[in-house]
């Protein structure tokens, strides 16, 4: 599937605009994440629908973005649209919080 995608710049400038998930594991969402980002491990993602809003765009992101893509293929699945890849946290240096 093809996925719009979004700098790592671009998302820190309009957090606010975006509901971002971090599909990384739980232990790496504990070690840093980015700010207003919920997590979501990309293997639990079928079971979480209901965590996740649609009345803004969803930026997904994770280590690289593989397990994002495996994210994004999953809400494609279950009928979410406009949905974004971010650069994986070790892509791209996004100042983190805890």
Do not use: Q
């Not at 930026?59 to 699945?77: I, K």
């Not at 979410?80 to 100042?95: C, E, H, N, Q």
């Amino acid at each position: 599937m093809i996925y719009k995608l979004i700098s790592g710049n671009e998302l820190e400038k309009n957090l606010e605009n975006y509901f971002v998930i971090d599909a990384r594991t739980r232990e790496e969402f504990k070690e840093g994440h980015i700010p207003y980002a919920i997590n979501i491990p990309y293997d639990e993602v079928l079971e979480n629908l209901d965590k996740i809003k649609t009345d803004k765009p969803i930026v997904l992101y994770c280590g690289s973005t593989r397990r994002s893509e495996f994210a994004a293929d999953m809400l494609t699945h279950a009928n979410f649209s406009d949905i974004t890849i971010a650069p994986g946290v070790r892509l791209y240096d996004y100042k983190m919080t805890k």
